[in-house]
């Protein structure tokens, strides 16, 4: 392990980075050493990687924990340092071996502030500066097991997102493993009491030798249908309910890079978040074609709206959508087919999920960067709550009996339960990589998670959550 050096203690705070120690020596010898500095051409085709996070594996980093340092891409030979302003974390930096690679390891110190800091990374031989992130991450305790009664059933490998059918008294659920061409992918239909397979459904063969792995999933009750996003083709896919047969697999390139899929039953609309592209793909539920899109104009200057997670409220027609780029929430008027208003969400870092509560006007916003869920309101967009709830917060549902919101955290590996007034309820185990989250409207929710390896008796579970 990599200490600090004595002069290189640090001490990390939220806010404009602060050096601890700057010795007299230092400061006197600013002038002549700046006289001193040679100005050598930097690197052109600088492609150097660093990545930071815990070094206990599958496991947040928290304040007194160990970071893993690892870069990629640097030269040979190519001396590499980490700053925190002027600050060293490393007295010796980091060396790229013959294939431009290094690991190390730094400790933080045990009161370091919770939050993100941008970091510098300086090389030599040749020259280059850059700038990465490291990220510390709340440690929020489990509680209140002893109030939800919890079951759960072990399914297939690499489970994604939920939905549920009143009309069909069936869960449904999306499962995809490894990068294209992806070939174990499946959709199934559970029992909801029992959460056993009732029947699965087999993607349709895609052209790059894999399958459609499907990935989003919505449920259409009045058409008896489950439509999925087909992530890695960009586009989607169309099942039955009855035996996840094949209703139509839609040609490629309809979606980019299609993550959600929410249905509006009452005007025959689906509709996909497109991550990276500044607009919502609209689909045809009765004619089953593609319809023009919902472009939405972010009001940050200079950035470009991100959609991510999509919400949908029956009642008013209103499609939520959030943006992982810009922290903002974008609320679709359905029937007109165009935005009716963006809002910004202020204190969310890498806003991602999105749930909404027609009867206070609330909105819910998971942020995976801040590590919080953010409670808003739905006219004006103003913070009411701001809850520091687990590392990597990435979906959130809202549970309209008891009116709490479910936040799952897939680093934390937990699904913490948040009322109305952002007070934590309970902060419940679903280890590990818990994954998405949606509430049956009855008093339960339905969350799966992840596995951290093909053995993992914890991963690839769906478990229901009850209250008691």
């Known amino acids: 392990m990599t200490k600090l050096s004595r002069s290189s203690q640090i001490t990390l705070r939220t806010g404009v980075a602060r050096v601890a120690i700057l010795t007299s020596a230092m400061l006197l010898g600013m002038t002549s050493a700046f006289a001193q500095v040679a100005f050598e051409q930097p690197e052109k085709d600088y492609k150097g990687q660093v990545r930071l996070g815990s070094a206990t594996r599958g496991q947040p980093l928290f304040s007194g924990g160990e970071v893993s340092v690892q870069g990629q891409n640097f030269k040979p030979g190519q001396k590499v340092q980490l700053l925190k302003g002027a600050v060293a974390l490393s007295e010796n930096g980091f060396t790229a071996d013959q294939e431009g690679k290094f690991e190390g390891k730094f400790k933080l110190p045990e009161n370091a502030a919770v939050g993100t800091y941008p970091l510098i990374v300086t090389t030599d031989s040749p020259y280059y500066a850059d700038i990465t992130k490291l ?237 919080n869920l953010l409670i808003l309101d739905g006219k004006t967009g103003e913070t009411l709550h701001n809850v520091a709830v687990g590392a990597g917060s990435l979906n959130v549902t809202f549970e309209p009996v008891k009116k709490h919101a479910y936040v799952s955290s897939r680093d934390a590996g937990t699904v913490t339960v948040v009322d109305a007034n952002g007070k934590i309820v309970a902060n419940l185990p679903v280890a590990p990589f818990a994954n998405h989250v949606v509430a049956d409207g009855k008093g339960g929710v339905y969350a799966v998670n992840k596995s951290m390896n093909p053995d993992d008796p914890n991963g690839d579970r769906v478990t229901l959550i009850t209250a008691k």
Do not use: C, M
Request: glycine share 8%; no cysteine.
């Open 135 to 371: 990220k510390i991450s709340p440690k929020v305790p489990l509680s209140g097991e002893d109030k939800f009664t919890l079951s759960s059933e072990k399914l297939s490998p690499g489970l994604y997102q939920i939905g549920i059918s009143e009309k069909s008294n069936a869960v449904f659920v999306t499962s995809a493993v490894g990068r294209p061409p992806v070939k174990t992918s499946e959709i199934l239909k559970l029992d909801p009491e029992t959460l056993k397979v009732v029947a699965r459904g087999k993607p349709a063969d895609a052209k790059d030798g894999g399958v459609h792995a499907v990935y989003g999933l919505g449920v259409d009750d009045a058409k008896g249908t489950v439509w999925v996003t087909n992530t890695r083709q960009n586009t989607v896919a169309v099942y039955k309910q009855s035996d996840l047969s094949l209703v139509k697999q839609f040609e490629p390139g309809l979606a980019q890079h299609a993550r959600d899929v929410k249905i509006d039953e009452k005007n025959g609309k689906a509709y996909v978040s497109q991550v990276g592209e500044p607009e919502v793909a609209v689909f045809d539920t009765n004619t089953l074609e593609k319809l023009p899109s919902v472009k939405i104009e972010s009001k940050v200057r200079g950035e470009k709206f991100s959609p991510a997670s999509i919400d949908f409220d029956p009642a008013s027609g209103k499609v939520f959508v959030i943006s992982l780029s810009t922290n903002e929430v974008a609320i679709i008027d359905s029937v007109a087919g165009k935005v009716d208003k963006v809002l910004p969400v202020k204190g969310g870092l890498s806003t991602i999920g999105i749930a909404y509560d027609a009867a206070d006007d609330r909105i819910f916003v998971a942020g995976q960067g801040s590590d």
